[in-house]
């Protein structure tokens, strides 16, 4: 819980202050722990599992990571962080999936998380700005289409229909 509660401060620090899950800290007292993970879970941009040799071996934490694993299957939303553990015991769901290694020197992999947190969450404005671009030009092209066939339209046209069903 320790190195845990120190990166969710590093990442919650200024200059960026991101939002963060912790469950300890976060959880609503007296609610459903299955409910309140899986609302946490889908609110969350990034998963980041900080895996250790008590986490290999606690079903709960086996149930939290293939959950993790369900919602975002091969995605760059999941973050393993590994600490104290030897790559013999990394867990085979995630042999696909870098890691980062906190045991030698937890700040510097506290910045690497940092790093890909951001990193990620640029790619994902800088794809909902294209994403919103793309909408709106479309909403526009819409208009202007049926503007076009508005002004194309036998009744008001002097244009052949067949060029009018061409373009």
């Given at each position: 819980?320790e190195e845990a509660t120190r990166l969710v401060l590093s990442l919650e620090a200024a200059p960026h202050?991101?939002?963060?899950?912790?469950?300890?800290?976060?959880?609503?007292?007296?609610?459903?722990?299955?409910?309140?993970?899986?609302?946490?879970?889908?609110?969350?941009?990034?998963?980041?599992?900080?895996?250790?040799?008590?986490?290999?071996?606690?079903?709960?934490?086996?149930?939290?990571?293939?959950?993790?694993?369900?919602?975002?299957?091969?995605?760059?939303?999941?973050?393993?962080?590994?600490?104290?553990?030897?790559?013999?015991?990394?867990?085979?769901?995630?042999?696909?999936?870098?890691?980062?290694?906190?045991?030698?020197?937890?700040?510097?992999?506290?910045?690497?998380?940092?790093?890909?947190?951001?990193?990620?969450?640029?790619?994902?404005?800088?794809k909902e700005l294209k994403s919103h671009r793309k909408l709106d030009m479309s909403e526009s092209s819409?208009?202007?289409?049926?503007?076009?066939?508005?002004?194309?339209?036998?009744?008001?046209?002097?244009?052949?229909?067949?060029?009018?069903?061409?373009?």
């Amino acid at each position: 819980m320790e190195e845990a509660t120190r990166l969710v401060l590093s990442l919650e620090a200024a200059p960026h202050k991101l939002r963060c899950y912790l469950w300890h800290r976060d959880a609503c007292p007296g609610a459903a722990i299955a409910t309140e993970f899986a609302h946490a879970l889908k609110e969350s941009h990034v998963w980041a599992l900080l895996i250790t040799p008590s986490f290999v071996q606690d079903d709960w934490c086996k149930y939290v990571m293939h959950q993790v694993l369900a919602e975002g299957p091969m995605s760059n939303r999941m973050i393993p962080l590994l600490q104290n553990l030897p790559h013999t015991e990394y867990p085979v769901e995630l042999r696909f999936y870098y890691y980062i290694d906190l045991s030698r020197n937890p700040d510097r992999g506290h910045s690497s998380v940092n790093k890909s947190v951001l990193r990620y969450l640029e790619n994902l404005a800088q794809k909902e700005l294209k994403s919103h671009r793309k909408l709106d030009m479309s909403e526009s092209s819409s208009q202007k289409d049926k503007e076009t066939l508005k002004q194309c339209s036998p009744a008001t046209s002097t244009l052949p229909v067949t060029n009018v069903e061409e373009k």
